[in-house]
Antibody, heavy 119, light 108 residues
Framework: EVQLVESGGGLVQPGGSLRLSCAASGFTFSSYWMHWVRQAPVKGLVWVSRINSDGSSTMYADSVKGRFTISRDNAKSTLYLQMNSLRAEDTAVYYC????????????WGQGTLVTVSS | EIVLTQSPGTLSLSPGERATLSCRASQSVGSIYLAWYQQKPGQAPRLLIYGASSRATGIPDRFSGSGSGTDFTLTISRLEPEDFAVFYCQQYGSSPPTFGQGTKLEIK
């Protein structure tokens, strides 16, 4: 069974940093592009970042460019999101998602990890 | 970036009825670069449709997708009690990938 399990969320002050992890299992992690998608409380879905299968290419939403860094460790089947200079508007549930194609559509989704940026 | 507008915002129907959800793009996303997701309260979204009309693995055939260019539709032929949720469309024909704001399907 394909599983994506996020961790690392929590409460952080504005300007602070947090690193999210996503442990993948049930598939050959190193063969797939991976993404982070976020959802602010009672809001819609917003794509955050993408990394290709070997980690050599990344893309970011304009809202996080220069502050967030996506990376992966294929030996550990783990995806990361390093988040720096956090703002209140970064408060959201962050989902780790697999890109089956690759083509920027998403299946499956992890259960999500909540990041709250507040003083 | 491409803006997706979903309508209606809320759809109130009864089990057994047919549901038709619309997704309109601000510019063409191509013929097939559109996906649909279902999200139930407290859960992560689940892929229903990709390529505008291809059902994801395990999705019942009462769910169908259609459309191309700027206008897409998700149809649920006969609503089951477990179908009531929020539905999102997503385009991947242009970067960045973007989502619609969602349609809430509620029990009437």
């Amino acid at each position: 069974e394909v599983q994506l399990v996020e961790s690392g969320g929590g409460l952080v002050q504005p300007g602070g940093s947090l690193r999210l992890s996503c442990a993948a299992s049930g598939f050959t992690f190193s063969s797939y592009w991976m993404h982070w998608v976020r959802q602010a409380p009672v809001k819609g879905l917003v794509w955050v970042s993408r990394i290709n299968s070997d980690g050599s290419s990344t893309m970011y939403a304009d809202s996080v460019k220069g502050r967030f860094t996506i990376s992966r460790d294929n030996a550990k089947s783990t995806l990361y999101l390093q988040m720096n200079s956090l703002r209140a508007e970064d408060t959201a549930v962050y989902y780790c998602v697999r890109d089956p194609a690759p083509a920027n559509w998403f299946d499956p989704w992890g259960q999500g990890t909540l990041v709250t940026v507040s003083s | 970036e491409i803006v997706l507008t979903q309508s209606p915002g809320t759809l109130s129907l009864s089990p057994g009825e047919r549901a038709t959800l619309s997704c309109r793009a601000s510019q063409s996303v191509g013929s097939i670069y559109l996906a649909w997701y279902q999200q139930k309260p407290g859960q992560a979204p689940r892929l229903l449709i990709y390529g505008a009309s291809s059902r994801a693995t395990g999705i019942p055939d009462r769910f169908s997708g259609s459309g191309s260019g700027t206008d897409f539709t998700l149809t649920i032929s006969r609503l089951e009690p477990e179908d009531f949720a929020v539905f999102y469309c997503q385009q991947y024909g242009s970067s960045p990938p973007t989502f619609g704001q969602g349609t809430k399907l509620e029990i009437k």
